[in-house]
């Protein structure tokens, strides 16, 4: 069980700096400028908007394949936190990029399938999945993404995940 | 994309690489276009360090590959004999068969099967330099405007 008197400030910098470790070892997070808000386990994806994000210049709008990325970065991010959250609350281990044993394993993609609701603005949008079933093999995940409104969706998806092994 | 009798398919294929190089996206990932025909379409990719999303083996994101996907779906689309004015993309499936070698060209191959006044449907599959074992394999719906 988590130690109740344990100082807030290492209860938070162990979370984040678990989560920055996490994030920061995917360059292609890095290159689309993805980054992740921390509330508790609750994680939200932020995808600053960029030029180099644009899949139509005439509207202009964010390319699908955009979208598309992002919300599977979230879904990706959002299993292998589940994980290790649950490793570094019980102390079973402290996450370091420098070791690579240390840091966990990401899930492989098997399929993943995107509705897109809005054509997507040029400006920041924001993801959350939600692990629906997760299980020793095999995970299911679901992820809405949005710009100005969390009720008015930018594209949702649902992804099916193979766990890393051993 | 202009179409014409009087355009060679050297010609069309000049104007489909511009129409990609004028989406910063696809210029940011280093897309070309190999080939364009009657609703069908090949964009290939290279592979780059920036793009990996897996450190341990070196493979490209899975995103990665949906960019190629959409951007392929969408040049079949605007390559059907219909002649549409613009298209979306409804929704799109992508199962991942295996991953992508790391520092190998990914190539896509597009192909609207069916369309209607309003909706496209397309196929796609997606190859590294093993052309013979798909990396991925994409179903999608997209919309037909004008």
Same mark, same amino acid.
């Given at each position: 069980?988590?130690?109740?008197?344990?100082?807030?400030?290492?209860?938070?910098?162990?979370?984040?700096? @678990?989560? &920055?470790?996490?994030?920061?070892?995917?360059?292609?997070?890095? !290159?689309?400028?993805?980054?992740?808000?921390?509330?508790?386990?609750?994680?939200?994806?932020?995808?600053?908007?960029?030029?180099?994000?644009?899949?139509?210049?005439?509207?202009?709008?964010?390319?699908?394949?955009?979208?598309?990325?992002?919300?599977?970065?979230? &879904?990706?991010?959002?299993?292998? !936190? @589940?994980?290790? !959250?649950?490793?570094?609350?019980?102390?079973? *281990?402290?996450?370091?990029?420098?070791?690579?044993?240390?840091?966990?394993?990401?899930?492989?993609? *098997?399929?993943?399938?995107?509705?897109?609701?809005?054509?997507?603005?040029?400006?920041?949008?924001?993801?959350?999945?939600?692990?629906?079933?997760?299980?020793?093999?095999?995970?299911?995940?679901?992820?809405?993404? !949005?710009?100005?409104?969390?009720?008015?969706?930018? &594209?949702?998806?649902?992804?099916?995940?193979?766990?890393?092994?051993? | 994309?202009?179409?014409?009798?009087?355009?060679?398919?050297?010609?069309?294929?000049?104007? +489909?690489?511009?129409?990609?190089? +004028?989406?910063?996206?696809?210029?940011?990932?280093?897309?070309?276009?190999?080939?364009?025909?009657?609703?069908?379409?090949?964009?290939?990719?290279?592979?780059?360090?920036?793009?990996?999303?897996?450190?341990?083996?070196?493979?490209?994101?899975?995103?990665?590959?949906?960019?190629?996907?959409?951007?392929?779906?969408?040049? +079949?689309?605007?390559?059907?004999?219909?002649?549409?004015?613009?298209?979306?993309?409804?929704?799109?499936?992508?199962?991942?068969?295996?991953?992508?070698?790391?520092?190998?060209?990914?190539?896509?191959? +597009?192909?609207?099967?069916?369309?209607?006044?309003?909706?496209?449907?397309?196929?796609?599959?997606?190859?590294?330099?093993?052309?013979?074992?798909?990396?991925?394999?994409?179903?999608?719906?997209?919309?037909?405007?004008?």
């Amino acid at each position: 069980m988590a130690d109740r008197r344990e100082p807030l400030h290492l209860i938070k910098s162990r979370r984040d700096s @678990a989560l &920055a470790t996490l994030v920061s070892g995917v360059p292609y997070l890095a !290159w689309l400028g993805i980054r992740f808000d921390r509330r508790g386990d609750e994680l939200t994806a932020i995808l600053p908007y960029d030029e180099k994000l644009i899949g139509n210049p005439l509207l202009p709008a964010i390319h699908g394949g955009v979208t598309a990325a992002f919300l599977e970065v979230t &879904a990706i991010i959002e299993l292998a !936190w @589940a994980g290790l !959250w649950e490793e570094m609350e019980s102390g079973r *281990i402290v996450p370091d990029a420098a070791v690579d044993s240390a840091m966990p394993r990401l899930p492989k993609t *098997i399929d993943f399938t995107v509705d897109y609701l809005r054509s997507g603005l040029p400006r920041d949008a924001y993801a959350r999945a939600r692990i629906v079933r997760s299980g020793r093999r095999y995970a299911s995940v679901q992820v809405e993404a !949005w710009q100005d409104n969390r009720a008015r969706l930018l &594209a949702q998806a649902t992804g099916h995940f193979l766990m890393p092994q051993g | 994309m202009p179409q014409g009798p009087d355009l060679t398919d050297r010609d069309q294929t000049r104007i +489909a690489q511009q129409f990609i190089e +004028a989406i910063p996206h696809a210029r940011a990932l280093g897309m070309r276009v190999d080939a364009l025909g009657e609703g069908t379409a090949t964009i290939s990719m290279p592979w780059a360090e920036h793009l990996v999303g897996d450190p341990r083996s070196g493979v490209v994101h899975g995103g990665v590959v949906s960019a190629l996907m959409d951007t392929c779906c969408g040049a +079949a689309v605007m390559s059907h004999p219909a002649g549409p004015a613009s298209t979306a993309t409804i929704d799109l499936r992508i199962d991942y068969m295996r991953a992508a070698r790391q520092g190998q060209r990914i190539t896509a191959t +597009a192909e609207c099967y069916h369309m209607t006044r309003t909706v496209a449907f397309v196929r796609a599959i997606a190859l590294d330099e093993d052309d013979g074992n798909p990396v991925a394999a994409a179903t999608g719906a997209f919309t037909v405007e004008g």
